[in-house]
């Protein structure tokens, strides 16, 4: 992070003094679509894996620096898509 960031940080009252500055997260406001493609990539591969949603929420956060609500539309996407994929040659829903 640059530190002229970290000073306009402080001088707007954003950060109390006694914080770790090394600790503060800036993220980008957008994200490019190859970004979220390799989010929603990502985390098709980890639903593969066996991953829950829920647990698949936070590692998508906690991985590609995003807020829990945008992960979970990141997990609920891949978890739609997957589905999809798992059951494409079962129009009916009749496995058997």
């Given at each position: 992070?640059?530190?002229?960031?970290?000073?306009?940080?402080?001088?707007?009252?954003?950060?109390?003094?006694?914080?770790?500055?090394?600790?503060?997260?800036?993220?980008?406001?957008?994200?490019?679509?190859?970004?979220?493609?390799?989010?929603?990539?990502?985390?098709?591969?980890?639903?593969?894996?066996?991953?829950?949603?829920?647990?698949?929420?936070?590692?998508?956060?906690?991985?590609?620096?995003?807020?829990r609500r945008q992960a979970h539309r990141v997990v609920s996407d891949a978890h739609k898509e997957w589905m999809d994929a798992a059951f494409a040659d079962d129009?009916?829903?009749?496995?058997?």
């Amino acid at each position: 992070m640059e530190i002229a960031i970290v000073f306009d940080y402080l001088l707007r009252g954003c950060v109390d003094v006694n914080v770790n500055l090394s600790r503060i997260v800036v993220t980008n406001a957008w994200v490019s679509r190859q970004e979220k493609q390799q989010r929603h990539e990502w985390s098709m591969k980890q639903i593969d894996k066996g991953v829950g949603f829920s647990e698949l929420a936070s590692l998508v956060a906690d991985t590609w620096g995003c807020s829990r609500r945008q992960a979970h539309r990141v997990v609920s996407d891949a978890h739609k898509e997957w589905m999809d994929a798992a059951f494409a040659d079962d129009p009916l829903g009749e496995m058997g």
